[in-house]
Every structure is written in C-alpha cells, then in structure tokens.
C-alpha cells in the first residue's frame, strides 16, 4: 500500500516552503552556471529518464528556472506583507 501523497502548490504554500523551493530553484540555476563553466554536461532527470545537457544549450533551462526563482519571490513577498 502506498501513501497517497498531495503535492503542495503556491497557493498552499507557506512562507517557509516557498522559500526552500525558490532556494532550490536556485541551486538549479547554480549547477548549470557550474556546468557551462567547466565545460561539462546539466545533468537532470526527466520523465523517468537521465538527460544530459550540453552546457552551450542550458540557457532556456537556465531562463525557466530563473522566471520561477522571480515569481517564487513576488508571492514571498506578497505573503510577507499580509503578516
């Protein structure tokens, strides 16, 4: 038997979870730039699947995980704001 597990979203999200998330995010962001320096594939796991990607190809991972990191913090500092 399985634990049934629900996933958390933004909107269920406090203050602390958002936090880590943006940090992970984050941390992403950090390993693609070390990656892109050292010349050496982001690697990342994808539907099941190991992918690896060129470091001359991880802008768009790059851009995406970034615009989350922004929008993560928008919601921070809305819910800040309400305490």
């Known amino acids: 038997m399985s634990p049934k597990f ?3 979203d933004e909107s269920t999200m ?3 979870d958002l936090q ?3 940090d992970m995010q984050l941390a992403a962001v950090d390993a693609i730039r070390r990656a892109r320096r ?3 594939p982001y690697v990342i796991r994808e539907n099941g699947q ?3 990607i060129p470091p001359d190809q991880t802008g768009p991972n790059e851009e995406r995980l970034l615009a989350i990191a922004e929008r993560l913090n ?3 500092i809305e819910l800040q704001s309400k305490a």
């Open 6 to 8: 629900d996933p958390l």
């Open 14 to 16: 406090d203050v602390e």
């Open 20 to 22: 880590v998330e943006r």
């Open 38 to 40: 050292f010349g050496t």
């Open 50 to 52: 190991i992918k690896q």
């Open 74 to 76: 928008r919601r921070i």
